[in-house]
């Protein structure tokens, strides 16, 4: 058994969108074994157990991840993870990988792959709606997939968004109101809210939506008219009705699961697809298990392994 | 974080078995968090991701472990664990255990508390049906709450069962028929079967049960008529009807779940006892990850420490 550190270290970015759309596809095929994830509460946050298989890359393991918004005043971030893989054949663990920064890579190779299909032209102005981590991984990631003329940010604290933009080199990246950044081609909203940010009127036709930041029962970041306008992909159907965008306005009577237009996956598999040029299309990320053993898989490449005894 | 090996060396069974009795009281008055556990099954086995958090004991965490019949023939265990235990305040993994034995020992601490609270008399005939590590663990376990003075061993492979009473010190041990072996105060079930073994016409009135091997959907070792005869007192509601002993009755309508007596924590904190001393008790035990983590806590004060960097 191994422990690995620094494995986000030298990774390729495109090979980790290859990777995670993969295990996309596999999902689409049914190919995966992944019961929805296990959510533990905590005093000041939570912790979330994600184990899964995936037959066809040959891995299978768990992540175990936590979400404490109070973390970074400790001097210790808010996410943190550690992904265990096991032996196929005997069920033995053969590697645990500190997952934190691959958490945020993972999530944005979804991202970039959801951009991918759904991206309404070849060069895209870029909203974001939140400027932490998971905005950056956002960025850099759907960058491998289609270019990225211009980003608008917007963040609650106007501090933020202003930091944000010197750290996007090559691109032009400027702060603005969130009416402006949300009139982009796509916009990628990675906030904790747990209240609507993004109202249906400032989005036009044809924008297509990551809607990353809910995660968690009781948190939505976009209007459920916005909702009801567009085409809904999701990253697994029950973790997304459970946890996931949509899971507030089903709650409250304001969306239809039976609205949701397909999985990411059959998007992948070219099952589902964007139907027409000015539809708004938006994809509810929730993180899959299968995410993480995919990026799991090549992140073992890199990065350092300290042997461990077992068992 | 560290990683701890040899935890189980020098472990007290005594203080075992109290933390796991203490974490069967805070389940039987519902101050635990404990999602069923999750199964994934593999091609020549099975994983389960078990997550947990214990506010009292201040311990949350996840055990990942596998089952693979077919590892001895390798040179591995059938069973191996590791622990994840989390800070409470943070969510940051701070331990990572190898529990492979660990977890022989919880699950023989379990039938130690049911046994000393079901016991009809205060010094026992122990049958035994099947002769692994488990009962090994089992009798460890009980001869601390009660004393043991005669063990009847049977097994499938008679070579088993003869092998099995050496290992046995200070106690009669001798290998017998199933029958014989069912005429006891406390019979403890560990067999892999997926067929009832124990026929209720074997066992008479007052006996107690630790209904060990069956841990997983289709398996189940004792005969639908002797749950129907007995109280049966489950380790967690909702994992006994999906995996315990009565989870292949439930599913052929040989046995109501509204039958069931209670769970163990509810009689070790003495809202729910056996009736009367003619009674036949049932304890099916599935194994919960509450144990997992209360042997864990007290299992990092033994073994050898390997301080890993995180995150």
Same mark, same amino acid.
């Given at each position: 058994?191994?422990?690995?550190?620094?494995?986000?270290?030298?990774?390729?970015?495109?090979?980790?969108?290859?990777?995670?759309?993969?295990?996309?596809?596999?999902?689409?095929?049914?190919?995966?074994?992944?019961?929805?994830?296990?959510?533990?509460?905590?005093?000041?946050?939570?912790?979330r157990?994600?184990?899964?298989?995936?037959?066809?890359?040959?891995?299978?393991g768990?992540?175990?991840?936590?979400v404490?918004?109070?973390?970074?005043?400790?001097?210790?971030?808010?996410?943190?993870?550690?992904?265990?893989?096991?032996?196929?054949a005997?069920?033995?663990?053969?590697?645990i990988?500190?997952?934190?920064?691959?958490?945020?890579?993972?999530?944005?190779?979804?991202?970039?792959?959801?951009?991918?299909?759904?991206?309404?032209?070849k060069?895209?102005?870029?909203?974001?709606?939140?400027?932490?981590?998971?905005?950056?991984?956002?960025?850099?990631?759907?960058?491998?997939?289609?270019?990225?003329k211009?980003?608008?940010?917007?963040?609650r604290?106007?501090?933020?968004?202003?930091r944000?933009?010197?750290?996007?080199?090559?691109?032009?990246?400027?702060?603005?109101t969130?009416?402006?950044a949300?009139?982009?081609?796509?916009?990628?909203?990675t906030?904790?809210?747990?209240?609507?940010?993004? %109202?249906?009127?400032? =989005? *036009?036709? /044809?924008t297509?939506?990551?809607? @990353?930041?809910?995660?968690?029962?009781? #948190? &939505?970041e976009?209007?459920?008219?916005?909702?009801?306008?567009?085409?809904?992909?999701?990253?697994? %159907?029950a973790?997304? =009705? *459970?946890? /996931?965008?949509?899971?507030?306005? @089903?709650?409250?009577?304001?969306?239809? #699961? &039976?609205?949701i237009?397909?999985?990411?996956?059959?998007v992948?598999?070219?099952?589902?697809?964007?139907a027409?040029?000015?539809?708004?299309?938006?994809?509810?990320s929730?993180?899959?298990?299968?995410?993480d053993l995919?990026?799991?898989?090549?992140?073992?490449?890199?990065?350092?392994?300290?042997?461990?005894p077992?068992?």
């Amino acid at each position: 058994m191994k422990y690995y550190i620094g494995t986000d270290k030298g990774l390729d970015l495109k090979q980790v969108n290859r990777a995670v759309e993969e295990a996309f596809a596999d999902h689409g095929k049914n190919l995966v074994q992944m019961p929805p994830k296990l959510y533990v509460t905590l005093p000041q946050g939570d912790f979330r157990t994600m184990p899964a298989y995936l037959p066809s890359l040959g891995i299978a393991g768990v992540k175990i991840v936590n979400v404490h918004p109070n973390n970074p005043a400790r001097g210790l971030p808010t996410v943190m993870a550690l992904t265990i893989l096991l032996d196929i054949a005997t069920g033995k663990p053969e590697a645990i990988i500190n997952a934190t920064q691959l958490t945020d890579m993972r999530t944005g190779a979804a991202g970039a792959v959801a951009s991918k299909y759904f991206a309404p032209k070849k060069e895209v102005v870029l909203g974001l709606i939140g400027t932490g981590r998971q905005a950056q991984a956002q960025v850099a990631a759907i960058a491998q997939e289609i270019t990225i003329k211009e980003i608008c940010v917007w963040s609650r604290n106007p501090v933020h968004a202003d930091r944000f933009s010197p750290g996007i080199t090559g691109i032009e990246c400027h702060s603005t109101t969130i009416e402006r950044a949300c009139d982009c081609d796509i916009l990628v909203t990675t906030t904790p809210s747990r209240q609507p940010l993004v %109202m249906s009127e400032w =989005v *036009h036709e /044809g924008t297509h939506i990551n809607a @990353i930041g809910a995660d968690a029962p009781g #948190k &939505e970041e976009l209007d459920p008219a916005l909702l009801n306008r567009a085409s809904v992909f999701v990253d697994d %159907m029950a973790q997304a =009705v *459970h946890s /996931g965008e949509i899971n507030v306005p @089903i709650q409250k009577g304001l969306y239809k #699961k &039976e609205n949701i237009s397909g999985t990411l996956g059959e998007v992948v598999i070219g099952k589902k697809r964007r139907a027409r040029p000015d539809e708004i299309t938006i994809f509810d990320s929730t993180g899959l298990a299968i995410q993480d053993l995919a990026i799991a898989k090549i992140a073992m490449m890199h990065g350092t392994a300290i042997v461990l005894p077992f068992p």
